[in-house]
């Protein structure tokens, strides 16, 4: 087989990332920044009313547990983590491409003051309550639960706020279509 066979083999498309053709969109679907931010709607205030819940419901009613608390707690770490993760990794991911790429009708500006009260909710998860979970995971302590109670206010309070941010530019979406 000669060099001229060779080239007329047909190819195998390459494993190797390749360039993309620049009018080819990254994603199949691209959607519009209006379409965005209805899913950031739904993402966030499906948090704000679950942040609410456990706020005023389920964290108050951990001091009711009793025996078998501690098996309670490890149980409720595993079930919320399956729920609030995915939710949560999708606000911030539509939260980012609305930063990015803002609907015409929304202040930049505010795009970035919602990431920032995301990574707020963020960092409050990771260094205040899910520690404080695992301090409660080896049994109820009064002050472990009262701290929890009184740090949970602030997350709870940064998530109404940006369901109160991204309920406003749900409004300035409908003043602009009309």
């Known amino acids: 087989m ?18 993309r053709p620049a009018s080819r969109p990254l994603l199949a ?10 899913v950031q709607a739904a993402l966030t205030w499906t948090l704000v009313g679950l ?3 456990v706020q005023l419901v389920h964290y108050p009613l951990f001091s009711h547990v ?3 608390y501690a098996t309670y707690q490890q149980e409720h770490v595993r079930r919320i983590t399956w ?16 930063a990015l790429h803002p609907p015409p009708f929304v202040p ?14 963020w960092l409050s998860t990771a260094l205040i309550q899910s520690p404080t979970h695992r301090h409660l995971a080896t049994g109820f302590d009064p002050a ?6 009184t740090t949970n206010w602030a997350r709870t309070l940064l998530w109404v ?15 602009h279509q009309a």
């Open 83 to 98: 729920l609030v993760a995915p939710l949560m990794l999708a606000e911030l991911a539509t939260g980012a491409a609305l």
């Open 51 to 53: 942040i609410l819940t």
């Open 108 to 121: 930049v500006a505010s795009t970035w003051v919602g990431l920032a009260l995301l990574a707020l909710i």
């Open 2 to 19: 000669t060099h001229e066979d060779v080239r007329l083999l047909p190819q195998e498309p390459s494993l190797i990332s390749t360039p």
């Open 161 to 175: 706020l940006r369901g109160v941010l991204v309920g406003w530019w749900v409004l300035q979406a409908g003043v």
């Open 29 to 38: 679907i691209q959607p519009s920044p209006v379409s965005l931010l209805v």
């Open 66 to 68: 009793g025996a078998g």
């Open 144 to 149: 472990w639960h009262s701290w929890l109670l």
